[in-house]
């Protein structure tokens, strides 16, 4: 979405004031070591986005943009510290400015500062990974599957699609867990129906028949369809001068009583006995690892541990460990975890039934609720602490923990609470009661048997609103699971087959059919290469360094693609392809140019060879570079005076530096003349130690071009191509004079004219020989895109001589000659 | 256009966040389901209008209570 115009660094890391012109193309930043080249990337990560990715992160505690972004000279006076970035908008035809202080970091200086503007500006904010160095190459290539899913998810912006995905679980699981309890609520009230109507089961017709039973001895008319609005007592209240509500049911009361002493029972019972203490002696048991009951969470730690291990220092603590050691030691105690979890749901499964007894007993007592009602009335006080303690016991048996609480409610299982007087107490005052008339009967149970199906249908309908809220909830998180799942890897898939695709081009030669598995799972992200078709291994185990970068590079330059596609406008590649060969930095450039069209990259370098690839291959342009000389802290970096190369020599001369400028003509002339050797597949001798010099390589470059000129020229008139030809003859004549001035093609017989010589020459007669092979050279390379001429393929025959932007494209395939015998 | 550049993604779309493209597949198959119209709707005001990722905003979109 974004270029750079131009950017001025103010007071800002080592840099003092500098302002460089970018103007939207390719940029490179070329220097030794400690010249100010990270200044430049920081000051443009930090225009953009207010940080400094060098400052943050792992290994950087104690650093901030605050205290440490101003140059060291100024870091008291932050608002002295600044970067101002001119930018193009893609969509936005005006230009836009940002001036961002260390002081107020956060709030840059916008203009124009329209909503558009600021909208763009806030996106291009959020991609801190606008800047690609060796840190993230390792990040994303060689860190553990764990930390590499973080960094890639986070460059690709899919936490939230994790967030959304947690968020939905944990809906689902708290509408089953609702669900769950409704269910038994639910199945309760329907014991307790067919328990106060006296039937078997909950079935319309049996309940009817029952209720109808009772209703003619009061002489109501009979029920014929059981209905959610049908109440069994209708009719009885206008019917009776009795409401039946401040009454006690003998028969229920007595029954309740009885059900309580049928349940305490089972403390007799040797099987409950059995059952008890079984469960106290495993609980005992458990108690010694009490401590990783309590922690089971450090489970999840430990794991995350292991993947974040960094073969060094433990992630946690940062102790330093050898890596079998920190296994082992992580396995040791996983392998407890496992073993307690393991015993803990095995108690679990011992103490459910003792819970669900205790559960009972406590819903048996809470139904002795009418001391209040009795002559005299009698309390229920006791009663009700019994069956709270008996419910509070049941809970703690289903949690298990804390072991303490669960030892005691086993005690209660095994003694129960003695309640013996009270009961007598109130069977003794319920027994003294006088029997119901059958009327009285059929009164109370229409009455209580009322209550008890409301509360059913109460609990049914809760239950079902559950239900469906249950059934929602997992609908919605199975399609989401199954939607984000199949898109996550459909990206992961199309980032792998772009990542191959583009590594190919940079090694083509060696690993055309290179292949790359990108494999998610839950919070991770597998990333496995293809050696040579001897299986699929981690990208550092076989891969050379050098092919390790270039998949690094690869694997952004696939995630941005697929992240910003068109708006993929401005990257920063900080030193980030040190380790690749001469020739795959070719191909590198290759890439950038071809397949990234539309991108500006400020590419930093330590190598000047890697600029000069650069530019021979027209991936940036001449003057579109920052070369830095040196730098010292008063001053910051040192650009060299000339970008030109030409222009450097120059100045030496100009300076009467001849040993310096002979030392510039010949370590250029050594470059230049590889590179147009490599385009032109001229032949030089091979050298064993690849120690090629001017003499090796300067002769077959120009001989290559002579011939290949006098091929095309050929060529061009055995197809009648009269301007063709008219133009390489002109080119061959001026290639024929200026290489007559170099003598380039005497070196091999007259040593005086040879370049060791130079030095010694004296400030004219240099100049002419600079003048020479600057004439000459340009020969070399199109007037109109500066690229150097190649043919074309590279190899195999060849179909032509030609330029980057196709100015020049001399074809070298005769037509082929007509057999006039054949005609005849 | 090369090859690598016609296979892939659609540029028009890349322009949208991942995640709301991924958000906004899910929410056209829950739509499918007619009985998940409702909730899909109040989803997408959220995930895609409104840019609200809480528990209970999204809990409210599943089973809103009524407005008494």
Redesign the interface.
């Known amino acids: 979405m974004i270029k750079v115009k131009q950017i001025r660094i103010h007071e800002f890391r080592g840099i003092r004031d500098l302002t460089l012109n970018l103007e939207e193309k390719n940029f490179a930043v070329c220097g030794p070591n400690g010249t100010g080249k990270s200044g430049v990337v920081d000051a443009l990560e930090f225009a953009l986005t207010g940080e400094i990715s060098r400052l943050s992160g792992k290994g950087t505690g104690g650093l901030s943009v605050k205290s440490h972004g101003p140059h060291v000279d100024s870091r008291n006076n932050l608002e002295n510290s600044f970067v101002e970035v001119e930018l193009s908008i893609s969509h936005i035809s005006e230009s836009v400015s940002i001036s961002r202080t260390v002081k107020d970091l956060n709030t840059p200086t916008i203009s124009p500062n329209t909503p558009e503007i600021l909208s763009a500006i806030s996106e291009a904010a959020l991609h801190p990974e606008l800047v690609l160095s060796r840190r993230e190459i390792i990040r994303y290539v060689l860190s553990e599957p764990g930390k590499r899913s973080e960094e890639i998810q986070a460059l690709l912006r899919l936490h939230e699609i994790d967030e959304i995905r947690s968020i939905l679980q944990k809906i689902s699981n708290a509408a089953k867990r609702d669900c769950d309890n409704k269910k038994t609520i639910k199945e309760k009230a329907v014991q307790a129906v067919c328990q106060t109507l006296g039937i078997a089961k909950l079935d319309a017709a049996e309940l009817l028949q029952s209720v109808n039973e009772k209703r003619q001895l009061l002489n109501l008319t009979p029920i014929n369809t059981f209905t959610p609005e049908v109440s069994i007592k209708d009719g009885l209240i206008t019917a009776s001068s009795q409401s039946g509500l401040s009454r006690i049911s003998k028969k229920q009361a007595r029954d309740a009583l009885q059900a309580i002493r049928n349940h305490y029972l089972l403390k007799e019972d040797p099987t409950w006995q059995v059952q008890v203490a079984s469960a106290v002696t495993d609980l005992q048991a458990l108690k010694a690892d009490a401590d990783t009951l309590q922690h089971t969470k450090k489970e999840s730690l430990l794991r995350s541990a292991l993947d974040m291990f960094d073969e060094n220092l433990c992630p946690v603590c940062e102790t330093q460990w050898k890596p079998e050691d920190f296994r082992q030691h992580i396995k040791e105690k996983l392998q407890h975890y496992k073993e307690v979890t393991e015993k803990r749901q095995s108690i679990e499964k011992q103490l459910a039934p003792i819970a669900a007894q205790l559960q009972k007993m406590s819903l048996l007592l809470k139904q002795i609720n009418f001391g209040h009602l009795l002559e005299p009335t009698l309390s229920i006080d006791g009663i009700t602490a019994a069956a709270q303690s008996y419910e509070q016991s049941a809970q703690s048996l289903q949690g298990v923990l804390p072991l303490e609480k669960a030892e005691e409610s086993l005690m209660i299982a095994a003694d129960f609470i003695d309640i013996n007087d009270i009961l007598k107490a109130f069977e003794d005052a319920i027994a003294g009661l006088p029997e119901p008339s059958a009327q009285d009967a059929a009164r109370d149970y229409l009455v209580v048997g009322n209550e008890k199906i409301l509360e059913f249908r109460q609990a049914n309908a809760d239950h079902k609103v559950a239900e469906y809220k249950s059934i929602t909830a997992k609908t919605v998180l199975d399609i989401y699971g199954e939607i984000t799942t199949n898109a996550l890897e459909t990206i992961y898939k199309e980032v792998e087959d772009s990542l191959v695709e583009l590594y190919r081009i940079i090694n083509k030669e060696d690993e055309s059919a290179f292949r790359a598995e990108l494999k998610p799972s839950i919070g991770k992200l597998g990333f496995n290469v293809d050696f040579y078709g001897r299986g699929f291994f981690p990208p550092g185990a076989y891969h050379s360094e050098g092919h390790q970068d270039g998949m690094g590079l690869c694997l952004y330059l696939a995630l941005m693609r697929h992240l910003s596609g068109a708006d993929f406008t401005f990257a920063v590649l900080d030193d980030v392809v040190m380790s690749v060969d001469a020739h795959h930095r070719r191909e590198v450039c290759h890439l950038l140019k071809t397949q990234f069209p539309n991108t500006q990259f400020v590419i930093t370098t330590h190598d000047r060879i890697w600029l000069q690839h650069m530019q021979s291959e027209g991936l940036i342009e001449k003057r579109a570079c920052a070369h830095f000389r040196k730098w010292d802290v008063n001053n910051g970096p040192v650009e060299w005076d000339e970008r030109d190369i030409w222009e450097e020599i120059a100045g030496n001369l100009e300076s009467n530096n001849i040993e310096i400028a002979a030392g510039l003509l010949r370590r250029y002339l050594e470059h230049i003349s590889q590179e147009i050797c490599y385009r032109l597949g001229a032949s030089v001798r091979f050298r064993g130690d690849a120690q090629y010099t001017l003499g090796d390589t300067l002769p077959p470059a120009f001989s290559k071009m002579k011939k290949l000129l006098r091929e095309a020229k050929v060529t061009a008139q055995s197809w009648d191509q009269i301007n063709k030809t008219t133009q390489i003859l002109a080119l061959e004549e001026a290639f024929k004079n200026e290489l007559q001035k170099t003598e380039v093609d005497k070196w091999q017989i007259n040593a005086a004219v040879h370049y060791n010589a130079w030095a010694t020459l004296h400030k004219n007669e240099f100049q002419i020989v600079v003048t020479n092979y600057k004439n000459i050279l340009n020969l070399f390379r199109c007037e109109t895109c500066s690229s150097l001429l190649y043919i074309s393929p590279p190899d195999g025959p060849r179909d032509s001589l030609k330029c980057s932007c196709g100015e020049i494209s001399f074809t070298l395939k005769q037509k082929p000659k007509v057999n006039a015998q054949a005609i005849a | 256009m090369?090859?690598?550049?016609k296979?892939?993604?659609?540029?028009s779309?890349?322009?949208k966040?991942?995640?709301k493209?991924?958000?906004a597949?899910?929410l056209d198959?829950?739509a499918e389901?007619e009985e998940?119209q409702d909730?899909a709707s109040r989803l997408k005001v959220l995930?895609l209008e409104k840019d609200i990722?809480?528990?209970a905003a999204?809990?409210e979109a599943?089973?809103p209570e009524p407005k008494l």
Not at chain 2, 2 to 5: E, G, I, S
Not at chain 2, 7 to 11: C, E, K
């Open positions: 090369n090859d690598l550049n296979n892939s993604i659609d540029q779309i890349a322009v966040p991942i995640s493209r991924v958000f597949k899910f198959v829950l389901d998940m909730i995930l990722l809480s528990e999204i809990k599943l089973f």
